[in-house]
């Protein structure tokens, strides 16, 4: 074991950046529910926030951009050094990294603040942000990398230590995690460096909204697993353990990381499935490739669960269905995790139809996506990641959580705002309600929606109220908790173990090359053709 | 533990064997089941349709000549333009039963052109032509929705098309 201050300050740090990051998001997130139920208080907000798509891009930016990296760079180095038994290899990369990334952070922020940036956290151009806002972000994902490398040179010292042992779980996932990203971020990289940060800066003249956009989803989609994988690095290898149960089984834990790896960025055109300029057929193959990411996703369902039920019977549970009740439901840190699996089964199920070739027209870009977005990255990442802080932040304060009622409360609170809320998004997506629209103030309200905007407002309040006794809770457990809590992170046994998974899941270079030849064959003959024949003639315009 | 451990890493094998070969079923029939479904329906997305220099969108063909020309017996072509923040022509007049094309692009930023009732759902990006086709088969009036953010009155940017019974 690590001493606690050697890495956990480092963690500590991470964390605190994305609860700020967090509680911004959510209160912005307050006035946009309320604006669709009919109650404008931006008014009242004025100068902090000068419109309802200045909020709107505050919500966006703060909670799925930068809650989300900074909670990821706190909390997976954290469990991969605990889990090495190792300290990280370059020590002086550490706190340099976190303070890049968090003066990206700023210099982004500072046009964000300021409403010379609201261009959404999708950013498509010809909307033209302030340069800083682009340089900022980008710093951050360099940042980012450096965590890669940073993961990258300490399993490599562990590995000289020990030739012979299979890569412990944890750490095997947060490489996975981070090797992804990394892979999945350059189109991103590559729309900053080469198209927006230039044109911001008057260095080119114009831009291109398709080639952007095309760059965009390269890691705008494999970017949601970049959320959603720390949630199952404590889903498998910590959540059996707070049940009382063992993990079912870990080579096929590592077979679909594996397969996240190779499969998640090869897929980003069934985002973009109703663009121009995209042949059809490309389309179609993405669209193939999305359904084959479907396979380890029901791999981590089923292994989770079954490692679930394995903690459910050892604690007396009998039959199909009483092993889930007797699941330690006092835990809020096992109750939020669980709450948002359950609530994650319908963001995979809505999922499914957004990537469908035919159906993603009855819903892309309406109130739906949204809906979806809220069950994925705000209840099955957002929630499992505050069920994670319920233990991680007692255990780096070294003080027990201050009251796990509260806690309890919170989750519930969530699950019940939640299923209200976005409920009522997914069925105005389907009414044709548009996302991202000021629908208090729009002139064409259809009489079918009115019945369903005010509990747009009523779910978004009762989700502000989970998140505000969630931060009361984080800020005494800081400031007010005297109960002691043990040092010492444990991680679940499994029933089948790392020596039975195949060696070849221990090597990393024939899955990164499989990854990046599935990009090429996916990307390739588009990206060429675009980036051959684009002009960048499109001239920037600053319209909010 | 009873059980001896070679015993329970088979188990643990079967179960897993179990579930794998479901889980590879399960998408690949729901992938068969969505390509039977779209291209029987004849379910088309947009496609490459050319490149109109973003500056310059008026100047060009089609987009010198917006407006609705029928092109066959219950055939029309509607050629629009999007801007900062109105579609143009933003009122179409159709008769009922019409089989319709639009091209359309985009003169300025990122639109996007959502007619609900008609399931039209497209991207209007500047410098691409869109071109997707839907029937109009009850009158009645069609609301159309810009459903990008494309700025501060992103939700004042919409239009309707009106299908006139058959006389």
């Not at chain 1, 990280?88 to 700023?106: D, I, N, S």
């Not at chain 1, 965590?147 to 299979?166: C, D, F, K, Y």
């Not at chain 1, 009115?450 to 809770?473: E, I, Q, R």
């Not at chain 2, 973003?54 to 055939?75: I, L, R, S």
Request: charged share 10%; proline share 7%; glycine share 10%.
């Amino acid at each position: 074991m690590i001493a606690r201050a050697t890495h956990g300050r480092l963690t500590a740090a991470y964390l605190a950046v994305a609860l700020v990051a967090l509680l911004g998001g959510v209160l912005t997130g307050l006035a946009q529910a309320l604006e669709h139920a009919g109650i404008n208080v931006y008014p009242a907000l004025a100068p902090a926030v000068q419109s309802y798509y200045h909020g709107l891009t505050l919500h966006g930016v703060l909670n799925v951009l930068v809650w989300t990296t900074f909670f990821i760079c706190g909390f997976l180095p954290f469990v991969a050094i605990e889990a090495l038994g190792v300290p990280p290899a370059a020590r002086r990369l550490g706190w340099p990294t976190f303070w890049l990334m968090t003066g990206g952070l700023v210099l982004a922020a500072v046009p964000l603040v300021g409403n010379a940036a609201s261009v959404m956290f999708t950013f498509y151009p010809p909307l033209k942000a302030h340069w800083a806002f682009y340089v900022g972000l980008t710093i951050v994902v360099i940042g980012t990398w450096l965590v890669t490398l940073q993961l990258a040179l300490t399993w490599r010292v562990w590995r000289r230590a020990n030739p012979a042992v299979r890569t412990p779980l944890p750490a095997f996932m947060a490489l996975a995690t981070f090797a992804m990203w990394t892979i999945a971020s350059l189109g991103l990289a590559a729309e900053m460096l080469f198209m927006l940060i230039p044109w911001s800066l008057g260095w080119v003249g114009g831009t291109d909204a398709l080639l952007a956009r095309v760059l965009f989803w390269f890691t705008g989609h494999p970017i949601v697993y970049f959320w959603l994988l720390p949630a199952y690095v404590s889903w498998y290898t910590l959540m059996p353990r707070q049940v009382g149960g063992r993990l079912f089984s870990d080579p096929l834990a590592r077979a679909s990381f594996l397969l996240f790896l190779v499969l998640s960025t090869p897929l980003g055109f069934h985002h973009q499935y109703t663009d121009p300029g995209i042949h059809e057929g490309w389309k179609l193959v993405h669209a193939f490739l999305t359904f084959a990411v479907f396979f380890p996703s029901l791999l981590t369902f089923f292994n989770v669960v079954a490692s679930l039920e394995s903690g459910g019977r050892a604690r007396g549970g009998r039959g199909l269905v009483s092993w889930f009740v007797r699941l330690p439901w006092g835990d809020p840190s096992v109750a939020a995790q669980v709450v948002a699996m359950l609530l994650f089964a319908f963001g995979g199920i809505g999922g499914l139809i957004n990537a469908s070739f035919s159906l993603n027209r009855l819903v892309h870009n309406t109130a739906w996506m949204p809906g979806h977005l809220h069950l994925t990255v705000g209840t099955a990442v957002t929630l499992s990641y505050m069920g994670i802080t319920y233990w991680l932040i007692p255990h780096l304060r070294g003080r027990a959580l201050w009251s796990r009622r509260l806690a309890l409360a919170q989750v519930w609170l969530w699950a019940g705002g939640m299923v209200i809320f976005s409920n009522a998004l997914h069925r105005l997506g389907l009414m044709g309600m548009p996302r991202r629209t000021m629908i208090g103030a729009a002139a064409y309200v259809q009489p079918e929606w009115k019945p369903l905007l005010p509990l747009v407002g009523l779910g978004g309040a009762v989700l502000t109220v989970s998140a505000l006794l969630y931060f009361a809770n984080i800020l005494l457990t800081l400031v007010a908790s005297r109960t002691e809590y043990p040092y010492g992170v444990a991680f679940a046994e499994a029933m089948s173990g790392a020596d039975h998974a195949p060696a070849i899941f221990d090597r990393w270079r024939p899955w990164l090359v499989l990854a990046g030849v599935l990009i090429v064959l996916a990307y390739g003959p588009s990206l060429v053709r675009l980036i051959a024949e684009t002009p960048l003639d499109t001239p920037g315009m600053r319209v909010w | 533990m009873s059980t001896p451990p070679a015993k329970r890493a088979t188990t643990v094998y079967l179960y897993e064997l179990a579930w794998i070969l479901p889980s590879i079923a399960i998408p690949v029939g729901m992938l068969a089941a969505l390509a039977v479904t779209a291209f029987g329906a004849g379910i088309h997305l947009p496609s490459v349709e050319g490149r109109v220099p973003a500056t310059q969108v008026a100047q060009h063909p089609p987009f010198d000549a917006p407006g609705v020309k029928q092109t066959g017996p219950g055939q029309y072509e509607v050629v629009m333009t999007s801007q900062i923040w109105a579609f143009a022509p933003s009122e179409i007049r159709l008769p009922a039963g019409s089989t319709v094309t639009f091209v359309t692009t985009s003169k300025d930023v990122v639109h996007g052109l959502l007619i609900p009732r008609a399931h039209v759902n497209v991207m209007l990006l500047p410098g691409q032509i869109s071109r997707v086709t839907a029937r109009f088969e009850k009158p009645g009036e069609y609301a159309m929705f810009c459903h990008e953010y494309c700025g501060i009155a992103h939700h004042t940017m919409w239009g309707k098309i009106i299908v006139e019974p058959r006389s």
